[in-house]
């Protein structure tokens, strides 16, 4: 199963972070839709890598259980805060197979919010953090 | 019934009109060939004064006049932690004035949103300015550049601008002048406060913060001073707005320092917006 969700519900701990976690620090909208408390981890096919203020976009395509490729949309941070924990414009390219994990959208459309890649290299990026 | 007739009753009196009137344009047109240029002062109605012309901020001789040494420059880029400002309510301004019931009712709606997991007016989200005061607290670089005669602050996200005016020119005539999101802003030194009045404000998909827009009636006195050996720049926003709540509405906001970087371009794109997965959706929007 290339779709792997993981619905960790951490209440003591996470309960705090998650508050901040949804707030978006360097989005130019609400993070509400995203659910802090989930993580999805996508196996797939880099369709679409957009460098780009205010927000990074990642489309990954990805088979899911029915044997469906499904184009799931990952929405980064910005690019200075992606910069400043590794990422490169180079970093991704069309074709590249990677690992996501990120925190999927409350309504169940196949959207997420970064939260680390694994290249196929095993190098990891992670989310960025503010832009500072 | 006969329907009333133009037409002359004698042709003879039709004809000598039309000469008549032929003779006059003719001598019309040619007295406007031999007529010489413009001498000395222009009609009444020309010398009537623009009201936008006047000396701008970056006149030089605007530039150039004798003026108190400010007692601080905000020239640098500031940046917005909402880790150093949860006690004023992070993005928000805690704590509220008493909210007017419309303004009140619309806060409870987007609470009950946020509590629901719902984005609720999200009219940043669709590429709308953020505008003042929102956007003076965005987690991204304000650029202020400093001069004798303005303050330039570049908030990077959506690169919206504000300028405010130092060099002791009133408020611009609300009637020339369209309302803007970052207003219309005159500042003066009190001591070692800047003082900045902030009116004329554009109220459409304009909000101060969840649910609690920034109306037309909108007025914003701001108290920046810099502490911290210039490290920290503190805000103190006093905001009223009879159409949405009572009184004044205090909140102190503080930003850090932050010139080891530059701004770049980070506009809001609607292609962009359409494969965001936040955004992409309208109901994540409305």
Partial sequence: ?132 | MTQPTHEPRCPRVAVAAAAALALMTATVAIDAQNVPPPQGPAPAAAQRPNPLDKPGALAKDNLAKSRPKPPFDLTGNWMYNPAQNRDSGTFGYLPLPKLKPAAQASYEAAQRAQAQGKAYKNDEGACWPAGMPQMMTRVWPNQTIQLPTMIVMIQMLKGEIRWIYLDGRPHEDADIKAASYAGDSIGRWEGKTLVVETTNLEPKHHWIMGGIPAGSQLKIVERIRLIDDGKTMEDTFIMTDPENWEGEWVNTKRWFRYDNSDIEEAYCLPDLNDRLPATADPSNIR
Avoid: C, Y
């Avoid at chain 1, 990074?56 to 924990?85: C, F, H, M, P, Y």
């Avoid at chain 1, 309504?107 to 990026?125: H, K, N, S, Y």
């Fill in chain 1, 1 to 132: 199963m290339n779709i792997d969700v993981i619905s960790r519900m951490r209440f003591h701990t996470l309960l705090v972070f998650a508050l901040l976690l949804s707030i978006p620090l360097q989005a130019h909208h609400s993070g509400v839709m995203f659910d802090p408390m989930k993580e999805v981890t996508l196996k797939g096919t880099v369709k679409e890598f957009v460098f780009a203020n205010p927000h990074v976009s990642i489309v990954i395509a990805v088979i899911d259980d029915k044997g469906q490729v499904v184009d799931w949309s990952i929405e980064a941070a910005s690019t200075q805060s992606l910069v400043r924990s590794g990422w490169r414009k180079s970093s991704l390219k069309f074709g590249d197979v990677v690992t996501i994990v990120g925190r999927p959208l409350r309504d169940g459309r196949p959207g997420a919010q970064l939260v680390r890649v694994i290249l196929a290299d095993g190098t990891e990026l992670g989310r960025g953090g503010p832009n500072f």
